[in-house]
């Protein structure tokens, strides 16, 4: 199975929306542990992570640490972003690790458990992860580039206890959030 096959309706239950846990909250800064894709409790969250993404305006990853779950999980969604060249669409991975990494490239990221900033942080532009589907424990590896290969970096960054502020080259690098009409 490809991530491409995967469909939220796999899970097999309804997701919840969840509040999304902001800066300084200590499970953004802590390792998440590796899960059980088959687990009741991981569908459950890969799940809600769906859910709370889709309400969510610009949001194209959400990370288990941001609904405040220690859990190495999360979901991620490119799909109409301007920037975006290869997309996989919708999905949900478990314990996921990159694989292979090319040349970094600048570029701004935010993230809504730090919502009033956003900064230049540098990630590979081409990137092979691999992980497990949540409720068939399926091992696949997704193979991407561009923009959607910064977000799947950025989420595995949260699993890892990372922000995007621990990436950025220094102060002169962070910025308000800019709001547009």
């Not at 992570?49 to 305006?57: D, F, I, Q, Y």
């Not at 990853?61 to 972003?81: E, I, P, Y």
Request: glycine share 8%; hydrophobic share 40%; proline share 7%.
């Amino acid at each position: 199975m490809s991530v491409r096959d995967w469909v939220e309706s796999d899970l097999g239950v309804p997701g919840t929306v969840l509040p999304v846990v902001r800066a300084p909250a200590a499970v953004l800064s802590q390792p998440a542990p590796h899960v059980d894709p088959q687990a009741p409790e991981t569908v459950r969250l890969a799940a809600d992570l769906v859910a709370t993404m889709r309400v969510s305006p610009g949001c194209v990853g959400l990370a288990a640490c941001q609904v405040g779950v220690a859990a190495h999980v999360f979901a991620v969604d490119v799909t109409g972003h301007p920037k975006a060249r290869t997309v996989h669409g919708t999905f949900v991975l478990c314990n996921a690790r990159v694989e292979e990494a090319t040349r970094k490239e600048k570029g701004r990221e935010g993230c809504m458990s730090v919502p009033d900033l956003t900064g230049d942080v540098k990630r590979a532009t081409r990137l092979v992860v691999s992980g497990q589907l949540p409720g068939s424990g399926d091992h696949v590896t997704v193979e991407t580039d561009a923009f959607e290969a910064r977000a799947l970096q950025h989420e595995i960054d949260h699993c890892d206890g990372y922000l995007f502020l621990d990436r950025v080259s220094g102060a002169h690098a962070v910025y308000p959030r800019q709001t547009y009409l």
